[in-house]
């Protein structure tokens, strides 16, 4: 069974940091990959999304995201990180043919001002 | 434009109630997915429904979970006899086609307690 892999679950930063959040998917074939956010009290939102293409996706906010499948890795980034950015965030993957996204645990980001 | 609204947003019952989740898409869309959330996790598929039909239900528990999306009128989630462990918060989220094609937009949840 497909999974997704959110190795870091809470990450703390002070304004200005560089953000980088891992994902990791299990899946070999074709895969459609996508981040969301969760800002606190509202719903999941679309960041970005890879289907195919450019690896190196951008998304709205500043946020972009890179495909590297020799990793099976989709890593979220951002240069400089504003208070405004604090959120859950979630990665998912959807394998070809598949109509049922996996969705990896979430990371929990807190910005300090 | 209405994005995808749920109601309630919290909901709390007491063990053996029966909890009522609705969801309404945003206009347009018949494609209707529903998640849970339990603390420390993340999002897992329940059901996939789209208009008068269940697509997949292979992440729905087979006893007491239930749901549907009539001709007219919201999605239902509907729980039976409900105990602790399905304290969570539930989403549904909608596409104008299959997800992965189709972009899903997400609603605010219900968040269950039971007591």
């Known amino acids: 069974a497909q999974s997704v892999s959110q190795h870091n679950h809470h990450v703390i930063l002070s304004e200005a940091a560089s953000l980088e959040l891992g994902c990791n998917y299990s899946y070999g074939g074709t895969v459609n990959l996508f981040w969301y956010v969760q800002y606190p009290g509202q719903h999941l939102q679309l960041l970005l999304k890879y289907f195919s293409g450019d690896p190196l996706v951008k998304g709205i906010k500043g946020f972009e995201a890179e495909f590297i499948k020799s990793k099976f890795s989709f890593n979220l980034r951002k240069p400089s990180v504003q208070w405004s950015d604090t959120a859950e965030y979630f990665c998912a993957a959807l394998s070809g043919g598949s109509y049922i996204p996996t969705f990896g645990r979430g990371t929990s980001l807190i910005v300090h001002p | 434009n209405a994005g995808v609204m749920q109601n309630p947003r919290h909901l709390v019952r007491r063990r053996g109630q029966e909890a009522r989740l609705r969801c309404s898409p945003m206009?347009?869309?018949?494609?209707v997915y529903w998640y849970r959330q339990l603390p420390e996790e993340g999002l897992k598929f329940m059901v996939y429904?789209?208009?008068?039909?269940?697509?997949?239900e292979s992440g729905m528990p087979k006893e007491r979970f239930s749901a549907e999306f009539p001709k007219e009128g919201p999605s239902i989630l509907r729980i039976q006899q409900v105990v602790r462990g399905d304290s969570a918060a539930y989403f549904c989220a909608s596409s104008p086609g299959l997800a992965g094609v189709n972009e899903q937009y997400f609603g605010p949840g219900t968040r269950l307690t039971v007591t």
């Open positions: 429904l789209q208009k008068e039909n269940i697509i997949d």
């Open positions: 206009k347009g869309h018949s494609h």
